[in-house]
């Protein structure tokens, strides 16, 4: 496996999260050029993605031979006739055989769906159903909590974060109780480099970095296992 780092040294972290964004969608779009070159046509499974998260990036598949599905949890709105959208949980989505998607795609997802036995049923799911896929997380050691937007807050005991978020402004509801913070709490599990890399052990690992370090991981299979 060979990994392959990103750096930007921008002025804020708002800038380098739109200047990410538009890298990765580059990445993303090589792909899919790639699948289209060997196929025609390609299709693409979401998981844990939105239809309005493609449709904010049309160069991705507007006037393209591309047709995307997206799962989630919850049925999301939006959608047309190269989106749709299937309610599906990224840990099983049997409700799919073996290859069914030429790529699979995760952004942000692989740190929602549970600890370390369920981050592993989602890892084999996007193995299992494309022949390409590309899945970013967070990392752990990023000094910036990504989803609290607070530094260093992700790196107390689970106890002790629920008590930060209950006391900071905006986390949480006033009147939230301990019990509505563990939950939020263990909704969000980062991941490390190496726990990264042993989920998709047969992925290219991207580190993008920020200010010389590590924010995020990207796991791409560029080529047919």
């Known amino acids: 496996m060979v990994e392959q780092v990103v750096s930007v040294n921008l002025r804020n972290e708002k800038d380098s999260a739109n200047y990410f964004r538009l890298r990765r969608a580059r990445i993303f779009s090589t792909i899919i050029d790639s699948v289209i070159a060997e196929k025609g046509a390609a299709t693409v499974l979401d998981i844990g993605g939105t239809p309005k998260y493609w449709e904010l990036l049309p160069s991705l598949w507007r006037n393209r031979p591309v047709h995307v599905t997206v799962t989630n949890l919850v049925r999301k709105r939006g959608g047309n006739d190269q989106i749709k959208f299937v309610v599906g949980d990224a ?3 049997t409700q799919f055989p073996d290859a069914a998607f030429d790529i699979v795609h995760s952004n942000s997802v692989i740190e929602h769906v549970g600890h370390w036995n369920e981050q592993t049923r989602m890892a ?4 299992r159903l494309g022949n390409y896929y590309y899945v970013q997380t967070p990392n752990l050691y990023f000094p910036i909590e990504p989803h609290y937007k607070l530094p ?5 005991p689970e106890s002790g974060r629920a008590e930060v978020l209950r006391h900071i402004k905006g986390q949480l509801p006033s009147d939230a109780s301990f019990d509505q913070a563990m939950r939020l709490v263990q909704s969000i ?3 490390t480099a190496r726990q990264f890399r ?11 970095r920020f200010l010389g370090i590590t924010k995020s991981f990207i796991a791409i299979r ?3 296992p």
């Open 91 to 93: 840990r099983d989505l």
């Open 124 to 127: 084999s799911e996007v193995r």
């Open 152 to 156: 260093a807050v992700h790196w107390l």
């Open 189 to 191: 599990n980062l991941l």
């Open 198 to 208: 042993a989920l998709f052990p047969d992925a290219r690992i991207i580190r993008e």
């Open 222 to 224: 560029a080529a047919p």
